[in-house]
């Protein structure tokens, strides 16, 4: 390649979730980098790959795990209609008690 295409540069805009956007910018930024070098890196393993670097499947979760998300998500939206407890130990005694 000569120097006046290896600083070319194309743009590609993209619309995202602003919570999206914010959580990515500051893991990536953690991690010393932008966004746009994110992207260049994804988009040449894309290249390399020829597709997509990663497997596209449907996250499956027991039915136990479903069921204590939606206890959590319970928990947290009624948190006066739960115990509290203040230390391990109080908890243990209350679990020996039942």
Do not use: W
């Not at 590609?12 to 893991?27: L, S, T």
């Amino acid at each position: 390649m000569n120097k006046t295409s290896m600083n070319k540069t194309s743009m590609i805009h993209i619309r995202v979730q602003p919570d999206v956007k914010a959580q990515v910018e500051e893991i990536l930024n953690n991690l010393g980098m932008t966004t746009t070098e994110a992207v260049n890196i994804y988009l040449k393993q894309i290249i390399l790959n020829c597709g997509l670097p990663f497997a596209i499947r449907t996250p499956k979760f027991s039915n136990d795990l479903l069921e204590a998300i939606e206890e959590a998500e319970e928990m947290e939206k009624h948190p006066d209609n739960y115990k509290k407890f203040h230390s391990v130990k109080e908890l243990m005694e209350d679990l020996e008690s039942e």
